[in-house]
C-alpha cells in the first residue's frame, strides 16, 4: 500500500462487470446531456468531476457528482497498480486526458499567455491532498510561466488585481470547498473573479449547476440514464427528496430507506444512513437545508477474511470518463482513515487495463485489442 498523493494506494483490484461499466460510460454521457439543457453554465469551466457510484445487484446507482473532486492522481496511481500490460503508457493517457482538461478550462492553449497560475485551498498546510496539489502543480507548469500552491489567505486584492505579495494572480485552481466564494475571506478572490481580471476554477456557476446536490431532485425525476435491455440491468439516479417534503414522524418511520445529506455539504460531512439515525438527532436536522436520498447499500468485498464496503469514483471531463478507481472502506459513510482503506484499481471483465476497459465500454467494440495496441 503506497500514499504518494495523500490517500492510500491499494493494490488488490475491485471488480467492475463489462456490462456496469458501459451502462455508467453511456449514462453519464446523457446525464450531461441533460444537465446542459437544464443550465448552459455547467459548460462554464466546471474542470474535473467526479461521478460516485454503487454498484448493485440491479445495476449501479449514481449517488453523488462533484466539481472539485479530490484524488484523481491517487486513482491514476491506484489504475497503475493494477495494470498488467501497459501500466507507463497508461499512466501517460492518462496524464494527457488530465492535461488536455486543464488546457481547456484553466490554462489556455498557449503557455506564454497562461501569466501566473495558483492551486488554492483554505487551511492550506492542514489538507490531507495537499501532495496532490503539489503534483499538479508539477504537471501543469510546462503549461505556465508561474504555478504556486497557495493559501486562500495569502491572498490579496490590489490596484485592481488579485495578489499574491506584489504578483498578479492570472488564473485560479479553487480547491476550496466555499464553491460560491461566499465566505467573507474570499471577498478578494470574489472581486477579481466578477471583475473578469482573474480566471477561476472550477467556477460557482458550474458548481450550481452541477454539484449543489439540490440537482439530484431534479434529475431524479427521470431516474433511469442506461439499461441494458438483455440483463434488465439499468443505471439509475439516486430518488432524491427534500427533507421539508415530510414531518420528522414520518421520515423517521421509513428511516432505513434513506440517507439524510446537507444540499451543500462534502466529503460525507453532516450525513447520516437512516439505519442508524436516532430520532432525536433526526429531529435536530434543518430539513429546510437537508435532503433525503434513497439508500443504495454499498457492496462489500472480502480482504483477507475481513469485509470491506466500496463504492466507485469515475473521473469525466464533463460526460467523458477519463479515470475510475474504487473508494474502499469501514464504516457508515465513505471515509479513508482507517488503516486498509484507500482507492482500489478495478478490475473490469478480462480487460488488461483501465484505458482498454473504457475503449471498449465507449466504442461498443468487443475487446480492447481492437482499438489499443499500446507496445
Known sequence: MSNSFGLPVLDQPVPVSPGALRLVTTGIETLWARILAMNPQADSRPMLLSYDVHPTSEGPVLIEVNTNAGG????MQAAREG???CADWEHGQLEK???TLFRHDLLGADPHSTGVVAIVDDQLMSQALLAEMHALADLIRPDAMDVRVLDAAELTYSEGRLRHQNTP???VYWRSTDFLLAEPAHESILRAVSEGTT??????AAYTAIADKRRFIEWSSQPELARDETSGLSFRIAETLPMDERTTEE???DRSQWVFKPASGYASRGVYVGKSISRKKLAELPADAYLAQRYAAHPLIDRDGREWKYDVRFFANRGKIIGAAARVFHGQVVGMRE???????????AACCLIGALAVAQSKLSSCSQRLNPK
Do not use: K, Q
Open 97 to 99: 486526458r488530465l492535461l
Open 169 to 171: 494572480i492570472d488564473r
Open 339 to 349: 488503516p486498509g482503506s484507500g482507492f482500489a484499481p478495478i478490475r473490469v471483465g
Open 251 to 253: 421520515w423517521y418511520a
Open 83 to 85: 495494470n498488467e500490460c
Open 199 to 204: 480566471i477561476l476554477a472550477p467556477s460557482p
Open 72 to 75: 484523481v492522481l491517487t486513482a
